[in-house]
């Protein structure tokens, strides 16, 4: 069992970058996904022990196809997040 392991998803809209799900270690919040979000970014912060080094991680879970509208949507509101 990890020391901790929290996590937010992060997902691009027309209006921007809105959060989704997330998890601490205490407790999950569950949000859906925007019905026009066209990317699903997951940052995560991992501990495998109290003498280890935090590990932070953002990768991609989903993107849609319409990579255009991906590239506009990004150069208007820039990466997802880095915070949880």
């Known amino acids: 069992m990890s020391a901790s392991n ?3 998803e992060w997902h691009l809209t027309p209006r ?3 959060e ?3 998890k601490t270690d205490f407790a999950f919040n569950s949000k859906a996904a ?3 979000a066209v990317q699903t970014v ?3 912060e991992y501990l495998s022990s109290s ?3 935090l590990e932070k991680t953002s990768e ?3 993107s849609s196809d319409d990579k ?3 590239a506009e949507l990004l150069a208007k509101f820039g990466e997802a997040p880095h915070h949880l």
């Open 42 to 44: 997951k940052n995560r």
């Open 51 to 53: 003498f280890s080094k």
């Open 60 to 62: 991609i879970q989903w």
């Open 6 to 8: 929290e996590w937010t």
């Open 20 to 22: 989704g799900d997330s």
């Open 16 to 18: 921007g970058w809105e």
């Open 34 to 36: 925007p019905a026009d």
């Open 68 to 70: 255009a509208l991906i």
